[in-house]
Nanobody, 125 residues
Framework: QVQLVESGGGLVQAGGSLRLSCAASGRTFSSYVMGWFRQAPGKAREFVAA????????YYTDSVKGRFTISRDNAKNTVYLRMNSLKPEDTAVYYC??????????????????WGQGTQVTVSS
């Protein structure tokens, strides 16, 4: 069992930055693909970014490319999402997730086995 705890959300003005963190329990973190997803009010949960177990491969949804950066520190069992040039449409609850299967980073929600409780990001215009 893996527990994921997100932090770093908050209120920021458009154009600002935030860094989200997701701390994982367990000794197998370094073998998991990790992903970030978000859910805005009234909308379905959507993929934001994912990173391979080694950190060498990353994958982003088009709307955040060039603005967001996913990274991980396997020694600290933590994955990060650096968000720059934030826009009001980035407002959502952000979730991290772990995919315990061996493979490439994926945007498919159903392939992730463990989820955090989420952290709110609000971008004001």
């Amino acid at each position: 069992q893996v527990q994921l705890v997100e932090s770093g959300g908050g209120l920021v003005q458009a154009g600002g930055s935030l860094r989200l963190s997701c701390a994982a329990s367990g000794r197998t973190f370094s073998s998991y693909v990790m992903g970030w997803f978000r859910q805005a009010p009234g909308k379905a949960r959507e993929f934001v970014a994912a990173i391979s177990s080694t950190g060498y491969i990353t994958y982003y949804t088009d709307s955040v490319k060039g603005r967001f950066t996913i990274s991980r520190d396997n020694a600290k069992n933590t994955v990060y999402l650096r968000m720059n040039s934030l826009k009001p449409e980035d407002t959502a609850v952000y979730y991290c997730a772990a995919d315990a299967r061996v493979g490439a980073p994926t945007k498919n929600t159903e392939e992730y086995d463990y989820w955090g409780q989420g952290t709110q990001v609000t971008v004001s215009s």
